[in-house]
């Protein structure tokens, strides 16, 4: 085969694995799920400081709320905002949690994992677990709540949903990390 006859394959592989890569990396980002919602009807304008609204419960993750929290107050000062101690104009809460979604193999009476059916030397009173570990899928929520101080209602809210991989901890913070980076693109809302 001449030059000429490997330039045209050599040009078709490297722009099939540029395509590739930009759909592996566009399915990376599209797998947290960002919604947001606000009242029409705020003047957005008028709000230039926030204080926290203290959590009801303690957070199950302390250190990842910490750093949620850290990120949103990044977030707003970069949207002009500043925090105060008192008098604020917006009150700001996060919360958050998780879910755990087990694949692969039932581990309950059920079996609904597996159609209703037991797995091979399983019964409903002592069956065996599978030899390989159970895939764990965990779902990861966050919500901010930016709430009208004077007026005490919600004017914007935002969440994020998301699978986390909880064995691989410095992912689980880069997804939350840019979770609240993509939130607080849509603050202030454009009309």
Same mark, same amino acid.
């Given at each position: 085969?001449?030059?000429?006859?490997?330039?045209?394959?050599?040009? &078709?592989?490297?722009?099939?694995?540029?395509?590739?890569?930009?759909?592996?990396?566009? *399915?990376?980002?599209?797998?947290?799920?960002?919604?947001? $919602?606000?009242?029409?009807?705020?003047? &957005? =304008?008028?709000?230039?400081?926030?204080?926290?609204?203290?959590?009801?419960?303690?957070?199950?993750?302390?250190?990842? *709320? =910490? %750093?949620?929290?850290?990120? %949103?107050?990044?977030?707003?000062?970069?949207?002009?905002?500043?925090?105060?101690?008192?008098?604020?104009?917006?009150?700001?809460?996060?919360?958050?949690?998780?879910?755990?979604?087990?694949? $692969?193999?039932?581990?309950?009476?059920?079996?609904?994992?597996?159609?209703?059916? *037991?797995?091979?030397?399983?019964?409903?009173?002592?069956?065996?677990?599978? *030899?390989?570990?159970?895939?764990?899928?965990?779902?990861?929520?966050?919500?901010?709540?930016?709430?009208?101080?004077?007026?005490?209602?919600?004017?914007?809210?935002?969440?994020?949903?998301?699978?986390?991989?909880?064995?691989?901890?410095?992912?689980?913070?880069?997804?939350?990390?840019?979770?609240?980076?993509?939130?607080?693109?849509?603050?202030?809302?454009?009309?």
């Amino acid at each position: 085969m001449t030059m000429r006859g490997i330039w045209p394959a050599l040009v &078709f592989q490297t722009t099939l694995f540029q395509a590739t890569l930009v759909l592996l990396l566009g *399915a990376g980002a599209s797998a947290q799920k960002i919604q947001t $919602g606000y009242d029409k009807s705020a003047d &957005f =304008s008028q709000y230039k400081t926030y204080a926290w609204i203290p959590r009801a419960t303690p957070a199950t993750n302390p250190v990842l *709320a =910490s %750093i949620i929290d850290h990120d %949103i107050d990044y977030e707003l000062n970069e949207k002009g905002l500043r925090k105060v101690d008192g008098n604020p104009d917006l009150l700001v809460q996060s919360y958050g949690g998780s879910g755990e979604v087990v694949g $692969g193999y039932a581990a309950e009476p059920g079996y609904t994992g597996t159609g209703g059916y *037991a797995m091979p030397g399983a019964t409903m009173w002592g069956g065996s677990l599978p *030899a390989t570990p159970v895939p764990q899928i965990m779902h990861g929520t966050i919500t901010v709540d930016l709430v009208d101080a004077k007026q005490k209602h919600v004017v914007w809210r935002a969440t994020a949903k998301g699978k986390m991989d909880y064995n691989k901890r410095e992912k689980l913070l880069e997804q939350a990390n840019k979770a609240v980076a993509e939130m607080f693109k849509k603050y202030p809302p454009s009309r």
